[in-house]
Nanobody, 126 residues
Framework: QLQLVESGGGLVQPGGSLRLSCVVSGSTLNYYDIGWFRQAPGKEREGISCISGMFGGTYYVDSVKGRFTISKDNAKNTVYLQMNSLKPEDTAVYYC???????????????????WGQGTQVTVSS
């Protein structure tokens, strides 16, 4: 049974930074593409970034390009989301999840699979 546990959320001022972590247990990270999703109150869930388990290719939604960086440490079975220049509109619960094994030119696709973490709250406010 695969388990994903997020951490690293919190309250930060606009322009600040946070690093989210997603620890994967129950299997090797190389076998899975992992995505970060977020859901703000009253809004639909949004896929914002993913990293391919096999090839390491990455994807970012336009709203976070240049501000967020996804990475992984296979030895620690952990995927990170470094979030810089945070804006109030980044406020949401952030989730990591496995993705379906679909790639386009070596890049993961934000189609969630079977496993989700419990979420971590990120609040950007002055």
């Amino acid at each position: 049974q695969l388990q994903l546990v997020e951490s690293g959320g919190g309250l930060v001022q606009p322009g600040g930074s946070l690093r989210l972590s997603c620890v994967v247990s129950g299997s090797t990270l190389n076998y899975y593409d992992i995505g970060w999703f977020r859901q703000a109150p009253g809004k639909e869930r949004e896929g914002i970034s993913c990293i391919s388990g096999m090839f390491g290719g990455t994807y970012y939604v336009d709203s976070v390009k240049g501000r967020f960086t996804i990475s992984k440490d296979n030895a620690k079975n952990t995927v990170y989301l470094q979030m810089n220049s945070l804006k109030p509109e980044d406020t949401a619960v952030y989730y990591c999840a496995t993705l379906l094994p679909i790639t386009v030119q070596g890049v993961c696709v934000m189609t969630p699979g079977d496993y989700w973490g419990q979420g971590t709250q990120v609040t950007v406010s002055s």
